[in-house]
């Protein structure tokens, strides 16, 4: 098993530009979601997923659109790219009635 | 919503000490704690978790508590070694929607040889 899988791993844009994050996972767990982490920050939810079709916003969901068409793959879309979304983002799977979350390796992104 | 502190933000200690770092929640329905190491540049990996119908939880030379009453779980760390050294984060969640979780801001921890 791959476990879960992000690209890219880096990506620079420029301001208003538009982009799309990719995850994967294997492991046909049900539950997805997606985080960022700001420098000193811990990890805050962007959105989340509990099946295919079904997405709900986290704690900061504002610039971003998700959506869920297959249990293997959430995308995460960034539809006008600002400098205040320079982040590292996360995506994490978990299976369903199990806690424990898997993270991706992350996707470093820039925003100038 | 939840709303988790985590203190201290830094940490430093002598290889073979032992580190506590502390977390205290807002939202008494949350059930689920689990905690994180990330190494730099890494992706977060669970360490230790434990549910609220569990007072302690060990695993080798780590361990967690939880106090409901006063809201707060603390991680344990005993003859720490500088591989120990990275970021640490705590989390809470109902656990059905442990991808849901709110997290801490992190404690760095530095464990000098």
């Known amino acids: 098993n791959a476990g879960v899988t992000q690209t890219p791993k880096f990506q620079v844009l420029k301001t208003g530009q538009s982009m799309t994050l990719q995850c994967a996972q294997d492991?046909?767990?049900?539950?997805m979601s997606w985080y960022r982490q700001d420098p000193g920050m811990g990890l805050r939810l962007i959105h989340y997923?509990?099946?295919?079709?079904?997405?709900d916003q986290g704690e900061v969901p504002n610039g971003y659109n998700v959506s869920r068409s297959t249990t293997e793959d959430f995308p995460l879309r960034l539809l006008s790219a600002a400098p205040s979304q320079t982040s590292v983002y996360f995506c994490?799977?978990?299976?369903?009635?199990?806690?424990?979350?898997?993270f991706g390796p992350g996707t470093r992104l820039l925003v100038l | 919503g939840e709303n988790v502190e985590q203190h201290p933000s830094t940490l430093s200690v002598q290889e073979g000490d032992s580190a506590v770092i502390k977390c205290t929640y807002s939202?008494?329905?949350?059930?689920?704690f689990p905690w994180y190491k990330q190494e730099l540049g890494k992706r977060p990996q669970l360490i230790i978790d434990?549910?609220?119908?569990?007072g302690e939880k060990k695993d080798q030379r780590i361990a967690v508590t939880l106090n409901k009453t006063a809201k707060h779980f603390s991680l344990h760390i005993t003859e720490t070694q500088p591989e120990d050294s990275a970021v640490y984060f705590c989390?809470?969640?109902?656990?059905?929607?442990?991808?849901?979780?709110?997290f801490g801001d992190g404690t760095t921890l530095t464990v000098k040889p």
């Open positions: 989390a809470a969640s109902k656990g059905t929607n442990a991808g849901k979780s709110t």
């Open positions: 492991m046909n767990h049900e539950y």
């Open positions: 434990i549910r609220s119908n569990v």
């Open positions: 994490a799977s978990r299976q369903g009635g199990r806690e424990t979350q898997y």
């Open positions: 939202d008494s329905a949350s059930n689920y």
């Open positions: 997923s509990v099946g295919a079709g079904i997405t």
